[in-house]
C-alpha cells in the first residue's frame, strides 16, 4: 500500500455498498487527506451522500474497510464516531422548536447544557444573530436554519466534516457566506471538510482536492487542478457537459 | 330469556334485511353471515365457559386465556409488520398484563380465583390490551416513517437509537392511551357501560354493578398504559442494528 495512512482523515479501502440488492456503491478506494477541504462532485445518483453516511456511520459498506483517522471506523463506539464525523444535510433538518433548543441538541443527547455565552458565541461565529436564540426554527430563512446547521454541528467539536450540498437552495448571498463560514472553520480549527457540491465552480474555488464520482465508482481524485486537466474520457465529458 | 324470546329477538335482524333490500344497499349476505357467526361462535363459548365453570380446573382456565391471547396476537400482528419479531413481543406484552391484572385482583382478594370473575376479566383485559396494541402499532409506524429525517438527524449528532426514536414512542403511546383515559369521563353520563348494563338486565344489584364496572375501568386504565408502553420498549430496538443504524429497508418494504 503506497498511499501514507498517517496523513489520511479518511481511508477508503475497497468499499462496495448495496441497498435493496442495488449496488450503489462499487470498489472504491482513496483517501481524505487531514486538515484539507476535499470538494466531491459527480452527476446525481453517482453515490455522493451514501458515501458520507458511511464515513459518518449511519451506514455500514457491504464490503471493504473505512479507517477514520487511521482507526478502523468498527473500532469506535457509533456516538462517539458520530460526533467525531460531523454531517450537515442539504436539507438541515430541525427539531420541533426554538433555535435554542436545536443548537443546544448535541449536548442534550449527552444530558448537558449550553451555557447561554456559548451559544451566543457560536451563532456569532456562523453570523447569526444572537437575538435568534429565542426565535422558533420554522421562522428562519433557508440561510439561516443552514447556518444553524453547521453551528449544530460544531458543537460535538467534529475533526472532520461532511457537507452534504449545503449551499445549493440558497441564495447568492447566503452562499458567499456559507462558503466563508466553511473556509473559516477549516483554517481556523484545521477541520477535515469532505464537501459534495454540484456547483464545479465552488468545487474549484473551496477544494484543496477534489474526488469525481459516477455511478456508484470514484473515477478520479487528486488535487483540484484535476478539474482542468482530467485524464479519462468520462471526466472529461461530464466536465463539458456541466461547464 | 329463552329460545322461544331468543328467536324472536331475530326481529332486530329481519328489519336491516329488509332495509337493505328495499333500499338495495347488498348488505343483505354480510348481514346473514355475520348472524350466524355470532350465534355459532357465542353458543360455542357459551358451552365452553359452562363447561369450563363446571369443573372448575384450572388447567381449562389457562387454556381459556391461552386461547385469547393467541386469537388477540393474529388479529395485532398484521399491524406490525415492520417490527421483527412482532408476534412474540404481542405475546409477550398480553401474558403479562393478563399476569400483572390477575396477580393483583387475586393477591388483594379484589375478585376471587374462579373461572367465573378470571376468564371475564381477563377477555376484557386482553381484548383492550389487543386494540391498544393496533392503535399504538398503527400510530408508531406512521411516526417512525414520517419522522424518518429526526431520526438520521438525532443519530447523526451521536444520539442513541431511544434517543433518535423518543419523540415517536411518546407521541404513539399518547395518542393510543388517550381514548381510554378521555372515554373514561364521560362514562354514565352518555351510555351505559356493556358489562354494567349486562349485569343490571341479569337482575344484580345496580350499586354492585357499579362496583365492578369501576373495578374495570380501573383494570383497563393499567391495560392501555402498560400495553403501550410495553410493547414500545419491546418495538424500537428492532429498528436498528448492532452498530446504532437505522434499519429503513423495514419501511421501504411496507410500501411495496
Not at chain 1, 444573530?129 to 460535538?156: F, M, P, Y
Not at chain 1, 463560514?181 to 477535515?192: A, F, G, Q, S, V
Not at chain 2, 376484557?124 to 419522522?147: D, P, Y
Request: overall charge positive; some cysteine.
Amino acid at each position: 500500500m503506497k498511499i501514507s495512512l498517517k496523513d489520511a482523515a479518511i481511508y477508503l479501502d475497497d468499499i462496495s455498498y448495496e441497498k435493496n440488492n442495488h449496488s450503489i456503491l462499487s470498489n472504491i478506494t482513496g483517501m481524505i487527506p487531514k486538515g484539507k477541504i476535499t470538494t466531491l462532485v459527480g452527476p446525481s445518483g453517482a453515490g455522493k451522500t451514501s458515501l458520507l453516511k458511511l464515513c459518518n456511520g449511519l451506514t455500514s459498506p457491504t464490503s471493504g474497510k473505512i479507517y477514520i483517522n487511521n482507526k478502523r471506523i468498527e473500532s469506535y463506539h457509533p456516538p462517539s464516531l458520530r460526533r467525531h464525523v460531523g454531517l450537515a444535510l442539504q436539507q438541515a433538518t430541525m427539531i420541533y422548536g426554538t433555535v435554542r433548543k436545536n443548537l443546544a441538541l448535541p449536548l442534550t443527547l449527552q444530558n448537558k447544557q449550553l451555557p447561554d455565552n456559548q451559544a451566543e458565541e457560536l451563532l456569532k461565529l456562523v453570523g447569526l444573530d444572537a437575538k435568534l436564540l429565542s426565535r422558533h426554527v420554522n421562522d428562519l430563512s433557508g440561510g439561516q436554519r443552514q447556518k444553524l446547521s453547521i453551528a449544530r454541528t460544531l458543537i460535538n467539536q467534529p475533526d472532520i466534516l461532511l457537507l452534504d450540498e449545503i449551499t445549493s437552495s440558497l441564495d447568492p448571498i447566503s452562499v458567499k457566506e456559507i462558503e466563508e463560514l466553511i473556509d473559516m472553520i477549516n483554517k481556523k480549527y484545521r477541520t477535515t471538510i469532505v464537501w459534495i457540491t454540484h456547483d464545479l465552480e465552488q468545487a474549484r474555488k473551496m477544494g484543496d482536492d477534489v474526488w469525481v464520482m459516477m455511478q456508484g465508482q470514484l473515477i478520479e481524485s487528486g488535487p483540484i487542478t484535476l478539474l482542468d486537466n482530467p485524464k479519462t474520457d468520462t471526466v472529461k465529458q461530464f466536465l463539458k457537459g456541466r461547464a | 330469556m329463552n329460545t322461544v324470546t331468543l328467536t324472536f329477538a331475530l326481529i332486530f335482524v329481519l328489519i336491516p334485511l329488509l332495509l337493505s333490500k328495499y333500499f338495495k344497499l347488498g348488505l343483505e349476505k354480510d348481514t346473514i353471515i355475520a348472524t350466524i357467526r355470532s350465534i355459532i361462535q357465542l353458543f360455542i363459548v357459551g358451552y365452553l365457559l359452562q363447561f369450563v365453570f363446571d369443573s372448575e380446573r384450572y388447567i381449562y382456565i389457562a387454556l381459556m386465556i391461552m386461547i385469547m391471547i393467541g386469537a388477540a396476537t393474529q388479529n395485532a400482528r398484521k399491524k406490525g409488520k415492520m417490527i421483527k419479531g412482532i408476534t412474540w413481543k404481542l405475546v409477550t406484552t398480553f401474558a403479562l398484563i393478563e399476569f400483572i391484572t390477575q396477580f393483583i385482583l387475586i393477591g388483594f382478594k379484589i375478585t376471587p380465583p374462579t373461572a367465573q370473575y378470571m376468564i371475564p376479566l381477563s377477555g376484557m383485559v386482553i381484548g383492550n390490551s389487543m386494540v391498544l396494541a393496533i392503535l399504538f402499532l398503527n400510530r408508531f409506524t406512521g411516526e417512525i416513517k414520517s419522522q424518518q429525517d429526526e431520526t438520521e438527524l438525532i443519530l447523526s449528532l451521536g444520539g442513541t437509537p431511544k434517543q433518535a426514536v423518543q419523540n415517536q414512542l411518546i407521541h404513539s403511546i399518547r395518542a393510543s392511551t388517550i381514548p381510554t383515559i378521555e372515554s373514561q369521563k364521560t362514562i354514565g353520563l352518555v351510555q351505559l357501560p356493556g358489562m354494567m348494563s349486562g349485569q343490571i338486565i341479569a337482575g344484580a344489584d345496580p350499586l354492585q354493578a357499579v362496583f365492578f364496572q369501576l373495578l374495570v375501568l380501573f383494570l383497563l386504565l393499567t391495560t392501555a398504559v402498560f400495553t403501550s408502553i410495553l410493547l414500545g420498549f419491546l418495538s424500537y430496538p428492532t429498528l436498528f442494528n448492532e452498530r446504532m443504524q437505522f434499519l429503513d429497508e423495514e419501511l421501504k418494504q411496507l410500501d411495496d
